[in-house]
């Protein structure tokens, strides 16, 4: 668990926003969930991811990876690759999605899923990208 730039807290919803965009965690399982900042905070120097949120049941259950973006969905996907890799040694044994929520991203369903596949392969992770807000359930 990672114990700087965070809040661990236990409530029904956990969420994050920036410019009209946000992230939100049901917390339905009352886990503990580990907020932690990320931009300039927990990683201050390269490229990096604005937060990650870690779930715990009394062990590290799941990671997620959270860019909050205008358009460049390229640029989120390259931060949210450089903040896995920088937290590999902590979360490697851990299931990890990482989520782009973005104020527009391609039009073409095809191209989305083109990305989204490419990622796959590349990190072994699932990414997720969607408009304005995306609400996950633990």
Do not use: W
């Not at 410019?19 to 339905?28: D, E, G, I, P």
């Amino acid at each position: 668990m990672i114990d700087s730039c965070n809040d661990t807290t236990q409530n029904k919803i956990v969420s994050v926003s920036e410019n009209r965009r946000a992230f939100r965690v049901n917390n339905k399982s009352l886990f503990t969930i580990n907020s932690v900042t990320v931009d300039d905070c927990y990683i201050t120097a390269g490229l990096k991811c604005d937060f990650l949120f870690e779930v715990i049941d009394e062990e590290l259950k799941e990671v997620f990876y959270v860019e909050l973006k205008g358009s460049d969905i390229s640029h989120a996907i390259q931060q949210l690759e450089a903040t896995v890799k920088h937290c590999f040694s902590i979360h490697k044994t851990v299931p990890r999605k990482c989520y782009i929520v973005a104020s527009r991203v391609p039009k073409a369903l095809t191209s989305t899923q083109k990305i989204k596949k490419e990622f796959k392969r590349k990190n072994n992770l699932m990414l997720y990208i969607d408009t304005k807000i995306k609400e996950v359930t633990v």
